[in-house]
Nanobody, 126 residues
Framework: QRQLVESGGGLVQPGGSLRLSCTPS????????IGWFRQAPGKEREGVSC????????SVVRSLKGRFTVSRDNAKSTVFLQIDRLKPEDTAVYYC???????????????????WGQGTQVTVSS
């Protein structure tokens, strides 16, 4: 069964940094676009960043640019989300998702993605 596993979340003070990782179980990520999403308490899930299968196309939600960086290491079948200068409003469960689209881009639409992880909690608090 194809699944994703997120890791790297935790409790961090405002201004700190975290690097989240997304690794697959039961398959490799070489041919998969990856999306990162988050869901804060009482809010709907929202897309934050995505990266195409080759890493040639990357997109970050405009309001998060400069603090959120997505990258991938296909040799290690891992995708990363680096979050810098964390703010309390970044508190959420962060999910990664994978879809084999064969295209040149990636999407923030959650319905695009077939495989999801269970999420990793990021809490930003002093």
């Amino acid at each position: 069964q194809r699944q994703l596993v997120e890791s790297g979340g935790g409790l961090v003070q405002p201004g700190g940094s975290l690097r989240l990782s997304c690794t697959p179980s039961g398959f490799t990520l070489d041919n998969y676009d990856i999306g990162w999403f988050r869901q804060a308490p009482g809010k709907e899930r929202e897309g934050v960043s995505c990266i195409s299968a080759t890493g040639g196309f990357i997109s970050v939600v405009r309001s998060l640019k400069g603090r959120f960086t997505v990258s991938r290491d296909n040799a290690k079948s891992t995708v990363f989300l680096q979050i810098d200068r964390l703010k309390p409003e970044d508190t959420a469960v962060y999910y990664c998702a994978a879809e084999s689209t064969g295209g040149l881009g990636c999407s923030f639409a959650s319905a695009t993605y077939a495989y999801w992880g269970q999420g990793t909690q990021v809490t930003v608090s002093s």
